[in-house]
């Protein structure tokens, strides 16, 4: 079984920064590749909304919010993605989720996988 670990959540003041981390580990075998890495948002009430994502071949997506503010990051070799967001406001607050898709490993291969949540906060 796979398992997305997230850390990094926490309060900031605006425009201040933050950096997530997620790592993806396996309980029995090895990864041997991720097609998609990436994070969501959702704020209480509200659909989960996709913010950036990397694929394998390093082209990246990003929402039209994080677009200049937010960067993201896959080291292939340990399986972690970072992101990191700048100048930050308060309506970024939200609970952030690491997301993988397309997960490899020595067993079988997994589907639209998703940590646990950390929260943003962002005060004004």
């Known amino acids: 079984q796979v398992q997305l670990v997230e850390s990094g959540g926490g309060l900031v003041q605006a425009g201040g920064s933050l950096r997530l981390s997620c790592a993806a580990s396996?309980?029995?075998?090895?990864?041997?590749?991720?097609?998609?890495m990436g994070w969501f948002r959702q704020d209480p009430g509200k659909q989960r909304e996709r913010v950036a994502h990397?694929?394998?071949?390093?082209?990246?997506y990003y929402a039209d919010s994080a677009k200049g503010r937010f960067t993201i990051s896959i080291n292939n070799t340990k399986n972690t993605e970072n992101l990191q967001m700048t100048i930050l406001k308060p309506e970024y607050t939200a609970v952030y989720y690491c997301?993988?898709?397309?997960?490899?490993?020595?067993?079988?291969?997994?589907?639209?996988?998703w940590g646990q949540g950390t929260l943003v906060t962002v005060s004004s």
């Open positions: 990397m694929n394998s071949d390093g082209t990246t």
């Open positions: 997301n993988a898709d397309q997960v490899q490993t020595m067993l079988r291969r997994y589907f639209v996988l």
């Open positions: 396996v309980t029995v075998g090895t990864i041997f590749s991720i097609n998609v």
